[in-house]
């Protein structure tokens, strides 16, 4: 599976838009980009994923390049609930296996 | 309806000893994945296992091992545990093993295990 990078943290005033990078610059054809969520004392939480077209759900936003080397997740209105350590996984076809490559993740601060 | 059930939420257990943690998966689930998570560290994958059948294995020493029973519930074991075996185990269920394109999968709030 290609290896991400992101930020170590990031700050957010509540009410504004978050916008995490992830950086996948050995990204494959076939490899899906991938984000959870992870809030203080509780399990993962799935945020969205894509694979060359821009997402979008009822949490969030995913732009991906045109050359598919990086992706940023848009939460459009930051609320002190989203205060968390967000990964950036991306994984390929079933012939890999199927594990969930986390990495260390952005801390995301939402402050007031 | 219920999410992933993860027991017990706290356990305290000395070098040496083993350990049995359990998870039900959502309804419906039959696949399901273990992880270990080290403080400070991204969740690591363990074992995955799909209609009973182990289906995928991480990086981890023998003295870990898992089972998935016929109502897709799982247990992970883990033998002769060591300090650096304290974390937080994480549970996570779906429909199948998360193949490209699915959503992903729902994880329980994990078993906290610390060992003195």
């Known amino acids: 599976d290609a290896k991400t990078t992101q930020p170590t943290s990031m700050d957010c005033a509540e009410g504004r838009a978050a916008n995490l990078p992830c950086n996948h610059s050995?990204?494959?054809?076939?490899?899906?980009v991938y984000w959870y969520r992870q809030i203080h004392s509780q399990g993962p939480q799935y945020i969205i994923h894509?694979?060359?077209n821009n997402e979008t759900n009822e949490m969030a936003s995913l732009i991906i390049t045109e050359d598919r080397k990086s992706s940023t997740l848009i939460l459009p209105h930051a609320t002190l609930r989203d205060t968390a350590v967000y990964y950036c996984?991306?994984?390929?076809?079933?012939?890999?296996?199927?594990?969930?490559?986390f990495g260390k993740g952005t801390s995301l601060l939402v402050t007031p | 309806d219920a999410g992933v059930t993860q027991s017990p939420t706290h356990l305290i257990k000395t070098r040496g000893q083993h350990v049995t943690l359990r998870c039900s998966p959502i309804?419906?689930?039959?696949?399901v994945s273990w992880y270990q998570q080290v403080l400070g560290q991204g969740p690591q994958f363990i074992f995955q296992?799909?209609?009973?059948?182990?289906?995928g294995r991480g990086n981890f020493p023998d003295r870990f091992s898992a089972r998935q029973f016929p109502n897709y519930s799982s247990e992970l074991n883990v033998n002769a545990l060591l300090l650096g075996d304290s974390a937080l185990y994480l549970c996570?269920?779906?429909?199948?093993?998360?193949?490209?394109?699915?959503?992903?999968?729902?994880f329980g709030s994990g078993t906290r295990l610390t060992v003195v």
């Open positions: 996570a269920s779906s429909i199948q093993p998360m193949r490209q394109g699915n959503y992903g999968y729902t």
């Open positions: 309804s419906g689930h039959k696949s």
């Open positions: 996984i991306v994984r390929a076809n079933s012939n890999s296996g199927y594990a969930l490559n």
């Open positions: 296992y799909y209609e009973k059948e182990e289906r």
């Open positions: 894509g694979l060359k």
């Open positions: 050995t990204i494959s054809g076939n490899e899906y």
